[in-house]
């Protein structure tokens, strides 16, 4: 079966902090596919990145960064100098071997609420 | 601009009813998804339909049901046998059925309450 945790309920920290979202995923497939999705007050979710279970190099993206560790099957999101725009519920979400009759099947991790305080 | 319109964005619903919750896009993808999102909890997999007139069910389709009958389109009634619907449910689509690599695209969503 295919597990996502982010055992980080709810983070606040004040402006301008670094901050890391912690994301531990569990699956048998050898391959797989991560994302980060961003969830701000108006609801929808934003997508925000993707890996493939081949690619373990880390990635940059303006003050966004993740670290993808395979040996610790983990995938985890650091803001670098946060901001209050930053501050959403963001949800990782593993897509695997699971492919539910043509379409994808992706598990969801529980959210993590970050609030940034100016 | 292209993307997923859901409505309306507070629904509630009385004992016994049905209410039937709006999705519509204009990204021209074939495959479409409902979500339910409870506090705390991450999204869970109601329905799911990767063509028109074909749909599937997901991980809680019981008490829900939906259609397919335009390829825009993929409203979700959620039907009086559904004891616990509040909650707050997100439609999304992707433009490949199948593609595990796919990056979904998501309404704004739409909270239903009981009375």
């Known amino acids: 079966a295919q597990k996502v945790t982010q055992a980080q309920t709810e983070i606040s920290v004040v402006e301008k902090e670094d901050v890391t979202l912690d994301c531990v995923y569990e699956?048998?497939?050898?391959?797989?596919?991560l994302f980060w999705y961003k969830q701000p007050p108006s609801g929808e979710l934003v997508f925000l990145i993707r890996?493939?279970?081949?690619?373990?190099q880390n990635e940059i993206s303006g003050r966004y960064s993740w670290n993808f560790q395979k040996s610790t099957s983990s995938f985890n999101f650091t803001i670098t100098a946060s901001q209050v725009v930053d501050s959403a519920v963001y949800f990782c979400?593993?897509?695997?071997?699971?492919?539910?009759?043509?379409?994808?099947?992706?598990?969801f991790g529980q959210g993590t609420r970050l609030t940034i305080n100016p | 601009d292209g993307g997923i319109t859901q409505s309306p964005k507070y629904l509630f619903r009385k004992e016994g009813q049905n209410v039937t919750l709006s999705c519509e896009q204009n990204?021209?993808?074939?495959?479409m998804y409902w979500y339910r999102q409870d506090p705390g909890q991450g999204l869970r997999l109601i329905y799911y339909?990767?063509?028109?007139?074909?749909?599937q069910k997901g991980d809680i389709a019981e008490g829900y049901s939906v259609s397919r009958e335009k390829k825009e389109s993929f409203p979700l009634t959620v039907t009086s046998a559904q004891k616990n619907p509040t909650a707050f449910y997100l439609c999304?689509?992707?433009?490949?059925?199948?593609?595990?690599?796919?990056?979904?695209?998501f309404g704004s969503g739409t909270q239903l309450s009981v009375l």
């Open positions: 699956t048998r497939d050898t391959t797989y596919y």
């Open positions: 339909s990767q063509i028109v007139n074909d749909f």
């Open positions: 999304a689509s992707s433009a490949r059925p199948g593609g595990r690599d796919e990056k979904l695209f």
């Open positions: 979400a593993l897509s695997g071997g699971g492919v539910i009759q043509g379409a994808q099947k992706l598990v």
């Open positions: 890996r493939n279970s081949f690619d373990e």
């Open positions: 990204l021209n993808h074939d495959a």
